[in-house]
């Protein structure tokens, strides 16, 4: 049982280029999201996903596209890279239906955009 | 709307001496609490949560944190800080009443625990 899963670790990005950040999971958790974390501000939340075929803006969502084809998987992809969106992101899940149900992350992603 | 507020962003304690790290919530309903650690360069781990019931939490390394529903407020805490304690916590909240947004949770900017010899 691997939890939950990022790739890449580490990625540095030049303006205007796209990419793909992976995240999956292995404990057949319904809700999928995705969070950056800023010096100062905590994490919010781009997107969340409560189902395969299934996916909702957070707080954060502009320049950010997700899909869910899977129950396990949950990319974000990041369509014309720009400085602002330099950060740390974050994959969680969690069962759905319970408010006390626990999230876990994954070990994030390091994202720089030149 | 749900927030957190954690009032200090940087918490100093002596190993040994006991520690609290501060945090208080707006949520509508009952509130569901969590705590998580990040250590340096990792992600957020599951310290504890309140649900429902007792009002001392007790979780993972030795931390508990108190609920008090009157002062809105769930703040971590443990007897004898640990070297190894240092890190940035953070504190969330969830309400009861679940949205389209199903299991959103609300973070805390986050306070970082320097604990030192």
Known sequence: NAGVTQTPKFQVLKTGQSMTLQCAQDMNHEYMSWYRQDPGMGLRLI????????????????????????????????????????????????????????QYFGPGTRLTVL | AQSVAQPEDQVNVAEGNPLTVKCTYSVSGNPYLFWYVQYPNRGLQFLLKYITGDNLVKGSYGFEAEFNKSQTSFHLKKPSALVSDSALYFCAVRGYILTGGGNKLTFGTGTQLKVEL
Request: hydrophobic share 30%; aromatic share 8%.
């Open chain 1, 47 to 102: 997107h969340y996903s409560v189902g395969a075929g299934i996916t909702d803006q957070g707080e954060v969502p502009n320049g950010y596209n997700v899909s869910r084809s899977t129950t396990e998987d949950f990319p974000l992809r990041l369509l014309s890279a720009a400085p602002s969106q330099t950060s740390v992101y974050f994959c969680a899940s969690s069962l759905l239906g319970d408010p006390g149900d626990t």
